[in-house]
């Protein structure tokens, strides 16, 4: 069997548990969310947790790196549908911009200065994106 002959199989067979993995992460999301009930930043990053690891999940069998190719779905007779593909390049698009790299033209953020006794807080609230929310501490000078 030749190098591609070989490549597919074993492409298929990891993409299949990547597949897996996205989907046992969006079903984690879908049994525990309310959608309708507000919940505290550590209940929604527990749910960001979920959403990251379907992203990059999915997106890993479609993404080229170390050496490998990027899974082709037709070589197995499967093709996207058109609201599939743009569901598909959406998912990718926060791969590449959002999930892994953090591009700051995606990010959004305000900063809050708080003093209290001789400590000077600065808040930082996300507002967009998907960095993790967080406080830093500073002396005041």
């Not at 897996?20 to 947790?49: G, H, I, P």
């Amino acid at each position: 069997m030749n190098d591609q002959g070989q490549a597919i199989p074993h492409r298929i067979f990891y993409s299949s548990w990547d597949f897996q993995q996205a989907l046992s992460a969006m079903t984690f999301v879908l049994e525990e969310c309310d959608f309708d009930a507000k919940y505290s930043r550590v209940q929604l990053r527990k749910f960001r947790c979920f959403e990251t690891t379907a992203i990059v999940s999915f997106s890993r069998p479609f993404k080229v790196g170390r050496g490998r190719k990027a899974l082709d779905l037709t070589a197995i007779g499967f093709e996207f549908s058109e609201d599939e593909e743009r569901l598909k390049s959406k998912v990718l698009w926060l791969r590449d911009k959002i999930v892994s790299h953090s591009d700051e033209e995606e990010m959004e953020y305000r900063s809050s200065p708080l003093w209290q006794d001789s400590w000077h807080y600065l808040i930082f609230n996300q507002l967009g994106g998907s960095g993790v929310d967080s406080a830093s501490l500073f002396r005041r000078t």
